[in-house]
């Protein structure tokens, strides 16, 4: 992969694509690997993709001017800026396909919902949980099947070789790493609040939906050395939320607020 900056996990997606087995859980993410391969130009292809994506299909959630705001705000988080300058990675396309089989399933178009679930689990496994929760209906959670059969039919491997120390324990011992290392930053508003912008004023808009998808996004963080691009997942929902919840001749300084947000930090 010549000219793109890589993540440890774009390491890892660039050896799924080179055909190498992974560790869990990335050998479960098969897809954008397979399509992408070891070009650098698909890779940003679907990383601008996704975070377009993301946007139209959080504005067709919610509908109307206010669902065009919410979509904005989507599209301006830190975790798409991370995703934009590090392309080799996928939540931005799991992220839209799940909203978008959201979206299709909310205005009753089950079975193109169905399959960009199925789509959105073979990208990355923990998608089509995040599509039900935005859509309301546990239906669209059916789509973890499409992962499963691929844990029980593909090959796990070792990780890629010179990752640091924390990295390779994190993929052993997930659980113990994630909770050693964000429950000191646990309460941190710079790292676990700001990084939303004026997004945080869906918070007014709180119900057992946005809620739900709130407590699945950071709980996340257990599992992980990551924190804004997972917790993140809850943006579609939140964003909405927030477009919702005040006048709309006030939704384009709560879009700004988003798209220049000083505490943003780098989205990792």
Not at 129 to 158: H, N
Not at 163 to 174: F, N, Q, Y
Not at 248 to 262: D, M, S
């Amino acid at each position: 992969m010549i000219g793109l900056p890589l993540t440890p996990d774009g390491a890892r997606y660039l050896s799924l694509a080179q055909g190498k087995p992974m560790p869990w859980p990335f050998c479960l993410r098969q897809l954008l690997p397979r399509l992408c391969g070891s070009s650098a130009r698909l890779w940003r292809i679907a990383s601008w993709v996704g975070v377009i994506g993301m946007a139209v299909g959080t504005a067709a959630l919610v509908g109307g001017v206010r669902g065009i705001a919410a979509g904005l705000m989507v599209a301006a988080l830190p975790m798409n800026r991370l995703s934009l300058r590090y392309p080799v990675l996928v939540d931005a396309p799991a992220m839209a396909l799940a909203v978008s089989a959201a979206a299709c399933w909310h205005h009753g178009w089950l079975l193109p919902a169905m399959v960009l679930a199925i789509l959105a689990g073979l990208t990355k496994e923990t998608a089509p949980l995040f599509a039900a929760v935005y859509a309301g209906t546990p239906v669209l959670a059916a789509a973890l099947l499409a992962p499963v059969i691929v844990a029980m039919l593909g090959d796990r491997g070792p990780d890629v070789p010179g990752m640091d120390r924390l990295g390779t324990e994190a993929l052993s011992h997930p659980f113990r790493v994630g909770i050693r290392l964000h429950t000191p930053r646990l309460f941190d508003p710079f790292l676990m609040l700001l990084p939303w912008g004026t997004a945080v004023v869906g918070l007014l808009r709180l119900d057992g939906q946005v809620g739900s998808c709130l407590a699945l996004a950071y709980a996340q963080l257990c599992v992980a050395t990551d924190s804004v691009r997972l917790y993140q997942w809850a943006a579609p929902l939140l964003c909405g939320a927030a477009a919702q919840a005040v006048p709309e001749a006030v939704l384009p300084l709560l879009v700004a607020g988003v798209w220049w947000n000083p505490w943003a930090g780098d989205g990792s």
